[in-house]
């Protein structure tokens, strides 16, 4: 088994195989890469002054949604370092919602945020790059369901690509 190509369904919760689908690279450094490029180039066709932006009532605005995904990266990343780490303490879950009601993103600007996303990829990769195979190999208990290492990496780069299309079809 190569630990860099996508994981096994078993590796992870069910929920998350959609996000594995929207990654179109086979490998993991590749797909954190090309997603943080992809970020990037998409968010620069939104402009400061549609970032605000909300395609619905009650729904993110634009800010809100780089915001989450900057969050989940950081929560992802910690589990991962935990896991790795082999500790086997079982990690609660987040409330995205909760957390997105309180971020204050909007005053931010967009090019704050898309930087720090580019900071915080490029320490994600460097994280992941320093497990050792049987590291990529652990596994660990967050939000009630086991998950891989490496799944952990794959989740992050995918729950990005997610996030992308959903900007690029209801924001754009």
């Known amino acids: 088994m190569d630990l860099l190509q996508r994981p ?6 069910a929920y998350y195989l959609s996000y594995l689908a929207a990654v179109p690279v086979p490998e993991l450094f590749a797909a954190l ?3 943080d490029t992809r970020f990037a180039d998409l968010l620069e066709r939104v402009g400061e002054e549609r970032a605000g932006h909300r395609y619905a009532p009650g729904k993110w605005s634009i800010r ?13 990343a910690y589990r991962a370092l935990r896991f790795a780490r082999h500790d086997e303490t079982p990690l609660p ?4 919602n909760a957390y997105a009601a309180v971020c204050d993103a909007d005053r931010r600007t967009l090019a704050d945020l898309v930087g720090e996303a580019e900071r915080l ?3 994600t990769i460097d994280l992941f790059t320093s497990f050792t195979p049987q590291m990529l190999r652990r596994q660990g208990i967050a939000s009630g369901h086991t ?16 996030h992308r299309s959903i900007i690029h079809q209801r924001y754009l």
């Open 121 to 123: 990829r490029r320490s």
């Open 8 to 13: 096994r369904p078993e590796e992870m919760p």
């Open 93 to 96: 879950g987040f409330d995205e």
């Open 147 to 162: 998950v891989s290492v490496r799944a952990i990496g794959w989740i992050i780069a995918g729950h990005a690509a997610h």
């Open 33 to 35: 890469e090309h997603g």
């Open 64 to 76: 809100e949604v780089l915001q989450h995904v900057i969050d989940t990266e950081r929560i992802m």
